[in-house]
């Protein structure tokens, strides 16, 4: 039986930098195949790096805990009456604009959580 030597396959080799990118991409709700498929990457790979640099950040923690510095907050003070929120969104010619009182500023982030869902 006459046996001929295959042309060996090149493995690609990926920069640091782009996996690093990928794996940043990668952020809770994101899909990792999608994110894989978008740049050319099998997703068991880039399940792997996200693994691999998950690890690596794990090992190089500081086990100091943080310092906290104290810090005084004067709650009387109160938003101002032109102290306003403003969003402006534009798409395909239509145009929306969003004005809220600044002192309600939190009122106004779980408002618009619910119309991004």
């Not at 039986?1 to 709700?29: D, T, W």
């Not at 978008?38 to 100091?64: D, M, P, Y």
């Not at 106004?108 to 991004?116: H, S, T």
């Amino acid at each position: 039986m006459n046996y001929s030597p295959s042309i060996r396959s090149i493995r690609r080799q990926h920069a640091s930098e782009f996996k690093r990118g990928l794996v940043a991409l990668c952020q809770p709700g994101a899909s990792v195949s999608a994110v894989a498929l978008a740049n050319g990457v099998n997703a068991n790979l880039l399940r792997r790096w996200i693994n691999q640099f998950r690890s690596e950040q794990s090992s190089c923690t500081n086990l100091e805990p943080a310092r906290l510095v104290a810090v005084q907050v004067d709650s009387s003070v109160e938003a101002q009456a032109n102290d306003v929120i403003e969003i402006n969104i534009q798409k395909r010619g239509a145009q929306i604009s969003i004005r809220w009182p600044g002192n309600q500023a939190h009122a106004f982030g779980q408002w618009l959580a619910v119309w991004l869902k």
